[in-house]
């Protein structure tokens, strides 16, 4: 069985007779179109149109299942939780369960041990929900190389310091699909949809790969330097891939035709990949 933990994900169950709706009404993404099996990313904004979490949803029969950031779950489930009202939703948190990333999508023992298994869109990328006593444990470089693709496919799962920052385009979760601009009023929504149909997003998203053991935290700013230019960024989140490299996901004004070749951090230079 080829899987590894991924410690810095959680899973949430939404179930209930109007839970599909309630995720529907709450998120950017159109969760009432999923079939069962299928899953789509989503953003769970606040009403200024800043993303608070990056979310992965997936129908499984009459339940909605949830992977998202796990230093976020408990705030997200709890502001969740104030807007259900009077529907038939339950919210749980599924603390006694592990997020994996099955390596081997095919293999008969890894999808036999999982509670769930919900696709990654856009690849043929799965997670796992396993029960704690049929975890293998952490291999830390596989996980770390996992999250560091995850990165490079803009996949950014968001952590306290970097929630309610941003709005989804910096971040580039529209190009994820996360964002349905056809779909109606979620939290931020009318600011999120006029964004991009004034297109006035001056930050995007950009990946920094290079070899230097440098790694600002996220939220810490850098200079990224082309030719004789420089140019301001935040670091939403790193990782570290399979080649030992930092793989930097930023926020920045650069344009994105322009080649980086250096950060500067710290009086510390890196020469990018």
Known sequence: MQMTVLDYLLAIRFSGA?????????????????????????????????VLALLLVCRLDEDYYVVMSRALATTVSNRLKMYVMRSQVGIEVLNETAVSALLEPDAPAATATA???????????????????????INTSLRDAWKASELQQGICWLCPETSARFLPQMLGFDELGAVNFRKGCYPGQEIVARTHYLGKVKRHPRL???????CPPPLEKIQIF??????????????????GDIILFVITRMDPELTAEKIEYQGQTAVLN
């Open 115 to 137: 509670i769930h298994t919900i696709p990654i869109p856009g690849g043929d990328k799965s997670l796992s929900i396993l029960t704690r006593d049929k975890t293998a444990g």
């Open 18 to 50: 109007d839970a599909g709706a309630f995720l529907h009404n709450q998120l950017s993404a159109d969760v009432l179109a999923l079939s069962d099996g299928e899953s789509v990313f989503a953003c769970y904004c606040e009403p200024k149109g800043r």
């Open 226 to 243: 082309t030719d004789d230019q420089h140019y301001d960024a935040i670091v939403v989140d790193y990782a570290r891939n399979e080649d």
């Open 208 to 214: 920094l790969q290079f070899s230097a053991d440098i």
